[in-house]
Every structure is written in C-alpha cells, then in structure tokens.
C-alpha cells in the first residue's frame, strides 16, 4: 500500500496529519497546468497544483482543479531528503520541512515572509511503508487557505 503523511505546520509547530495513497492523475496541458477538476494521487502532484485538502486522517487522493477554479491548497515545492538511512523522526522531520518550504522558498513563491502571510504551510512527507518499499524521499511543500478557498495562484499573491 502507498502512503504518505501529510504534515501541518502552523506558525512553527508541528501536528501530522492525514495519510495518501492512491494513483491517479489529471489531464495537464504542455505545461503541466491542471486543465479540469480531477482526483489525483499524491505522489502525482506536482508543484503548481492546485486542490482541495480532504478532511480525515486517511487521504486517497485530492482533487485538483485549475488555479482559477476555487481550491484550498496549492503545491508550491518537491524535493528529495538526504542524509538519512531510515525515516527521520517527526523532530526531524521539522526541520527538513522549515529547512526546504520556508524561508526563501515560501518567500519567492507567495511573495511575502511566512510570518507574514495568511497562508498556512502543510506538506506531503514519507511514511514508513513508503519510505522502506518504494525508496519514497520526497517533501511536497504545500500552502492552504483555511479561511476562504483560493480562485487564483498563490504565486506571487502576497497573501
């Protein structure tokens, strides 16, 4: 079974969330842009997307949607976890996530400081199946509007 968690960070502190497995994708244009609203896997998504985070602990897939259509997330960045033989600890885990999504990162992408935006940051991490069967070492970064769905890119949104 593919899993994944799902990790939610608010003004720096942790809470894990919710589990993903699944393995469908959406129809892209050349670009890769979501055309039209579809469950995708979250091991196929990609940064860009746009879609609604489920409510629950355990999570097939999200449904995507173009940025333009409203949505409560978007992911904004992928990369791979090094230095490690095992699954880092939730501690460290953390710190790979603060380390790889904010920063820089969360800054060029929204177009202000995370401590001074009104998006929240959530990732897609590893779990410990995905981890020691499919060599899974992707961070998805991933910003949310918890208080009303976005209709544009966040790219860029200063929000």
Same mark, same amino acid.
């Given at each position: 079974?593919?899993n994944?968690?799902i990790?939610?960070?608010a003004?720096?502190? !942790?809470?894990?969330?919710?589990?993903?497995?699944?393995g469908?994708?959406?129809?892209r244009?050349?670009?890769?842009?979501?055309?039209?609203e579809a469950?995708?896997d979250?091991?196929?998504?990609?940064?860009?997307d746009?879609?609604n985070? #489920?409510?629950g602990?355990s999570?097939?897939?999200?449904?995507?949607?173009?940025c333009?259509?409203?949505?409560?997330?978007?992911?904004?960045r992928?990369f791979e976890? *090094?230095?490690?033989e095992?699954?880092?600890t939730? *501690?460290?885990?953390?710190?790979?996530?603060?380390?790889?999504?904010?920063g820089?990162y969360f800054?060029?992408?929204?177009?202000?400081p995370?401590?001074?935006?009104?998006?929240?940051?959530?990732?897609?991490? #590893?779990?410990?199946?995905t981890?020691?069967q !499919?060599?899974?070492?992707?961070?998805?970064?991933?910003v *949310?509007?918890?208080?009303?769905?976005m209709?544009?890119?966040?790219?860029?949104?200063n929000?």
């Open positions: 079974m593919r994944r968690v990790g939610v960070m003004v720096g502190l !942790l809470s894990l969330g919710a589990v993903a497995c699944g469908a994708d959406a129809d244009d050349e670009a890769g842009a979501i055309v039209e469950e995708v979250a091991f196929n998504v990609r940064a860009g746009c879609f985070m #489920p409510d602990i999570v097939e897939s999200v449904t995507a949607s173009p333009t259509e409203p949505h409560d997330s978007q992911a904004f992928l976890i *090094t230095g490690f095992v699954l880092p939730s *501690t460290e885990m953390e710190k790979i996530v603060i380390d790889g999504c904010l820089d800054t060029n992408f929204v177009g202000v995370y401590e001074d935006s009104a998006l929240e940051l959530t990732w897609f991490e #590893p779990s410990d199946d981890w020691d !499919l060599d899974d070492r992707e961070i998805v970064c991933i *949310t509007n918890e208080a009303a769905d209709t544009s890119d966040a790219k860029g949104s929000l």
